[in-house]
């Protein structure tokens, strides 16, 4: 079973920056595809960026992309996500999760995902 754990969120002014990271444990991190979501204020969850299981492929959210570039190292079992240009509607909740039985696709549903991180706080002030 995999584990996820968030760190990286915090308080960024408008247009400044920030890196999530999310480590896992368990074996065989290189067999999940991975994905990032978020939940903003009051909302649903919301897929943000997805990463296929080698690296290869990417997948981003119209609302954030060209803004934001998801990386996975599978030696050391993390993903990130780089965050740039932030914006104060970016302030949300964002997840870690992964999905184990797509081998291909790249998912953008919560239900597809069998693992979730806690979350950590993203807050951009404007």
């Known amino acids: 079973q995999v584990q996820l754990v968030e760190s990286g969120g915090g308080l960024v002014q408008a247009g400044g920056s920030l890196r999530l990271s999310c480590a896992t444990s368990?074996?065989?991190?290189?067999?999940?595809?991975m994905a990032w979501f978020r939940q903003l204020p009051g909302k649903e969850r919301e897929f943000v960026a997805g990463?296929?299981?080698?690296?290869?492929?990417?997948y981003y959210s119209d609302s954030m992309k060209g803004r934001i570039t998801i990386s996975r190292d599978n030696a050391k079992n993390t993903v990130d996500l780089q965050m740039n240009s932030l914006k104060p509607e970016d302030t949300a909740v964002y997840y870690c999760?992964?999905?184990?039985?797509?081998?291909?696709?790249?998912?953008?549903?919560?239900?597809?995902?069998?693992?979730w991180g806690q979350g950590t706080q993203v807050t951009v002030s404007s």
């Open positions: 999760a992964a999905d184990y039985r797509r081998r291909f696709l790249i998912s953008s549903t919560t239900t597809d995902y069998d693992s």
């Open positions: 368990g074996l065989s991190f290189s067999v999940y595809t």
């Open positions: 990463i296929s299981r080698n690296g290869a492929n990417t």
